[in-house]
């Protein structure tokens, strides 16, 4: 199963629907022509990366853009496209852990903190629910202001079904007021963890821990076996290891301005 799972990580990619999404056998290249800084490389597997780079450079430059952010994966090639970005001028600065946690028996399932009473989360309730949800991920990630068009689209796929496992959770403060979300995608047997972020003032006090479990539990009530989330090596990474995630794999986001 761990081969499966890592081969599900490694396709595990999701674009905007703002950006130009650029496919060839070697590469997924996403351009924002929104922001000429958010120019990514998702999946490279080549025998020739010099020549890849080159090319890679060349689209980004003719669509506008400035920077290119690289992800160096499990499924990457060749297998030291590390030392390669490097040698090309890329610079480290973003890792994170591919972790994943078995949820067993859908009857009796194996969620992280049983002790924990899932107090101050659920799911969203209105669509002003669903923008105060992605505006607060924006802020937590330092992310750029959502556009009108990308709080409508959140809002209407909430309209759409929802009632469905998948989409935006939220976490309140003790005047109801949202102050975390995260997302959740079931896929077959894996449940996708994404986006979890705390407003900083109530950090520390569970409500993380709660949305994960609560997620978890959503998941295997709708069939999964496994939960999926890619977390940073400096917030989430941690508390998620300690609860008793397994590591499968790290992946590093390399970032060049080209000149």
Same mark, same amino acid.
């Given at each position: 199963? !761990? ?27 996403? %351009?924002?022509?929104?922001?000429? !800084? ?31 952010? +690289? +992800? ?23 890792? %994170?852990?591919?972790?994943? +946690? ?10 992280? +903190? ?5 107090? !101050? ?57 949202? %102050? ?20 900083? /003032? ?10 994960? /479990? ?46």
């Amino acid at each position: 199963m !761990n081969k499966t799972l890592l081969e599900i990580a490694d396709s595990w990619v999701w674009f905007p629907p703002t950006v130009k999404v650029i496919r060839e056998p070697e590469f997924t290249l996403a %351009v924002n022509p929104m922001d000429k !800084n958010d120019n990514v490389v998702h999946i490279s597997q080549t025998t020739d990366p010099a020549a890849l780079i080159t090319h890679v450079e060349g689209l980004v430059k003719k669509e506008g853009g400035q920077t290119i952010k +690289w +992800w160096v994966l499990a499924a990457s090639r060749p297998r030291n496209m590390h030392g390669i970005l490097s040698d090309h001028g890329y610079i480290a600065t973003e890792i %994170v852990e591919v972790l994943t +946690w078995p949820l067993g028996d859908a009857a009796t399932p194996h969620l992280p +903190w049983p002790e924990l009473p899932l107090t !101050n989360v659920g799911r969203p309730e209105s669509e002003g629910n669903i923008t105060a949800a992605v505006r607060l991920l924006a802020a937590v990630f330092n992310n750029p202001t959502p556009s009108l068009d990308e709080l409508s689209l959140a809002v209407q796929s909430w309209r759409e079904k929802p009632m469905t496992a998948n989409g935006y959770y939220i976490a309140r403060d003790t005047t109801g007021t949202i %102050v975390g979300a995260a997302g959740l995608t079931v896929d077959g047997l894996v449940g996708k963890f994404w986006g979890a972020g705390i407003h900083p /003032k109530w950090r520390g006090q569970g409500l993380y821990r709660q949305l994960v /479990k609560l997620r978890a539990r959503v998941a295997s009530e709708n069939g999964a076996g496994h939960c999926l989330v890619k977390a940073r090596v400096g917030t989430s990474g941690p508390i998620l290891r300690q609860a008793g995630f397994h590591l499968l794999a790290t992946e590093v986001c390399y970032h060049r301005t080209l000149s």
